[in-house]
């Protein structure tokens, strides 16, 4: 069974940084591209990040420059570093996989930035 758990979020300041985290079981992870999402209270999901099982990786426009989306296959880990951070940052941010054509997602974790 597919497992994601994302780690890592928390409250912290405008312009301060957080890394968070998506671990990942029972499948062979470095085959398989992984998705950061986010999603505010009464909207939809929206993409920040993805990356390839080359490692290659895209954004979406607002966390260009700002967000760095990594991954290590050693610990079944994929990462997304965010600087610069902005109160409209505050949100919940998901990590996602798809294996065998199904969508799997982890729980979420709360990003909150205070101006």
């Known amino acids: 069974q597919v497992q994601l758990v994302e780690s890592g979020g928390g409250l912290v300041q405008a312009g301060g940084s957080l890394r968070l985290s998506c671990s990942a079981s029972?499948?062979?992870?470095?085959?398989?591209?992984f998705g950061w999402y986010r999603q505010a209270p009464g909207k939809q999901r929206e993409l920040v990040a993805t990356?390839?099982?080359?490692?290659?990786?895209n954004y979406a426009d607002s966390a260009k420059g700002r967000f760095t989306i990594s991954r290590y296959n050693a610990k079944r880990t994929v990462y997304l570093q965010m600087n610069s951070l902005k109160p409209e940052d505050t949100v919940v941010y998901y990590c996602?996989?798809?294996?065998?054509?199904?969508?799997?997602w982890g729980q979420g974790t709360q990003v909150t930035v205070s101006s």
């Open positions: 996602k996989v798809v294996v065998d054509r199904s969508d799997y």
């Open positions: 029972s499948f062979i992870f470095s085959s398989f591209a």
């Open positions: 990356i390839r099982s080359g490692g290659i990786s």
